[in-house]
Nanobody, 125 residues
């Protein structure tokens, strides 16, 4: 049974930082591109960042360029999302995703094979 378990969410002040982690099990981790998505209340789930199985390339949403970084450790079956200079508009539930094949660097949701259950990130003073 495949599981993606996110952790690291919480409440942070504007301008602060958080690092999210996603631990994968039940799949051959280094065969999957991994991605992060987010969904704010009343809005559609949107792509944030993705990384290919080897960790050499990534897609990035314009809204987080220069502030967020994605990385993976294939030995630990874990993908990370380092979030810096957080803004209130970054407030959302953040989801981890795994895709065996992607049609582009910005992992379309139709390519996702597995989803995590999400972790809440709230940016507020």
């Amino acid at each position: 049974q495949v599981q993606l378990v996110e952790s690291g969410g919480g409440l942070v002040q504007p301008g602060g930082s958080l690092t999210l982690s996603c631990l994968a099990s039940g799949l051959t981790f280094n065969h999957y591109a991994m991605g992060w998505f987010r969904q704010a209340p009343g809005k559609r789930r949107q792509f944030v960042m993705a990384i290919d199985p080897e960790g050499y390339s990534a897609g990035t949403a314009d809204s987080v360029k220069g502030r967020f970084t994605i990385s993976r450790d294939n030995a630990k079956n874990t993908v990370y999302l380092q979030m810096n200079r957080l803004k209130p508009e970054d407030t959302a539930v953040y989801f981890c995703a795994a895709a065996s094949h992607t049609s582009g660097p910005n992992m379309p949701t139709s390519d996702v094979n597995y989803w995590g259950k999400g972790t809440q990130v709230t940016v507020s003073s």
